[in-house]
């Protein structure tokens, strides 16, 4: 009976923390978020997502024709155990699949906003309704970020292309191209960023991306002003060279 209690009691262990732990793994991972700031708040916060996780597998695996809660009605371990055995799928979904799908979806609304899509909508129809004399923009939600430094990361992490001008605090000034292999850091207040080819700027201003860079590492902490620049798409191999964005030259889309 003891050994029972035991399974019971880690199942209910993994079922109230590792689906939430998935969730806000596969969300990190697809945008930019906060981590906990010790293990106390982690655990919390992987506790209450769980909850939510496991209740929304429950009610989308109940209304499959199939019984999430039949674990906990086993009356010994050779039930249990063959119930686990017998289930993968269930609490694949439950504890795995649905809860890394949820952390893309939630990923997804936090890069593009998309809270706010429903407000912007009706605010489109008051606007035709009343010929533009209804204003409802203040009644918008806020973007998911309204702190500059990870409004700007989840920016340089909205999958264009972009060339990134840094101002460091000893004045130099260091370009280069932020695309696939580009990175930034996804924790100590994601402050630092890799860019993947280096560029220089000539006395025309004129910025030319090095065919030979293989990038250029900058700590955070030393970045004071940072400009991020469309360009047109970057075939496979060069961009011949842009004007200098800085200088009001600047092609972008």
């Not at 809860?99 to 998309?114: D, E, K, M, T, W």
């Not at 533009?132 to 920016?155: C, E, I, K, Y």
């Not at 993947?196 to 030393?222: H, M, N, Y």
Request: charged share 20%.
């Amino acid at each position: 009976m003891e050994f029972l209690t035991t399974l019971k009691g880690l199942l209910v262990v993994i079922l109230t923390i590792t689906p939430g732990y998935v969730f806000g793994r596969c969300r990190r991972r697809f945008s930019v978020v906060d981590d906990p700031k010790d293990i106390n708040n982690a655990v919390v916060q992987w506790l209450v997502h769980s909850l939510i996780m496991v209740a929304l597998s429950w009610v989308l695996l109940a209304w499959a024709g199939l019984d999430p809660s039949s674990l906990l009605k086993t009356k010994s371990a050779n039930e249990l155990a063959l119930a686990l055995l017998g289930s993968p799928i269930t609490w694949g979904l439950t504890i795995f699949v649905i809860p890394a799908v949820a952390g893309f979806v939630s990923a997804v609304s936090i890069r593009y906003n998309l809270v706010s899509l429903p407000f912007r909508l009706i605010a489109v129809l008051a606007r035709r309704i009343s010929k533009g004399t209804w204003d409802l923009h203040r009644l918008q939600p806020l973007p998911s970020f309204v702190n500059a430094w990870d409004a700007a990361w989840l920016t340089l992490n909205s999958g264009d292309t972009r060339v990134v001008i840094v101002g460091l605090e000893d004045g130099t000034t260091i370009t280069g191209l932020y695309d696939g292999r580009a990175a930034t850091s996804r924790s100590d207040r994601y402050t630092d960023i890799y860019l993947s080819r280096l560029g220089t700027v000539d006395e025309s201003g004129t910025i030319k991306l090095q065919p030979a860079s293989d990038g250029v590492f900058i700590r955070g902490s030393r970045i004071v002003w940072m400009q991020l620049w469309q360009l047109p798409e970057v075939g496979h191999g060069t961009q011949d060279g842009m004007e200098d964005p800085s200088e009001g030259g600047a092609r972008h889309d």
